[in-house]
């Protein structure tokens, strides 16, 4: 059984940064696997963000974060990152990371999924 877990989150101003991290552990990820990233704030969707092939490259990002967040897998096995610049009040949410095995922005087809980590931006 694959366990994600998601760091990094926390509070900042208007146009700050965090980085938030993914640490896959227990069972083992294919590597035509896709890890994403998904965002929930109160109320809304759950919505996409960014997702990227297990292997590395084909990454993708919703047009509301182009240009500013970036989504990379790390140099040691089995974690991704999620770089978050110039973040803006309606970033805030809980942010999750997940794995599954189809090239999708559908949060619905992706299996394994973290606790969610929050991030809270001040205007």
């Known amino acids: 059984q694959v366990q994600l877990a998601e760091s990094g989150g926390g509070s900042v101003q208007d146009g700050g940064s965090l980085r938030l991290s993914c640490a896959a552990s227990g069972g083992r990820i294919l590597s035509s696997s896709i890890m994403g990233w998904f965002r929930q704030a109160p109320g809304k969707e759950r919505e996409f963000v960014s997702l990227?092939?297990?292997?590395?490259?084909?990454?993708i990002y919703a047009d509301s974060v182009k240009g500013r967040f970036t989504i990379s897998r790390g140099n040691s096995a089995n974690i991704m990152y999620l770089q978050m610049n110039n973040l803006k009040p309606e970033d805030a949410a809980v942010y999750y990371c997940?794995?599954?095995?189809?090239?999708?922005?559908?949060?619905?087809?992706?299996?394994?999924w973290g606790q969610g980590t929050q991030v809270t931006v001040a205007s």
């Open positions: 990227i092939r297990w292997r590395g490259g084909s990454e």
């Open positions: 997940a794995v599954g095995p189809e090239y999708t922005t559908n949060h619905q087809a992706y299996k394994y």
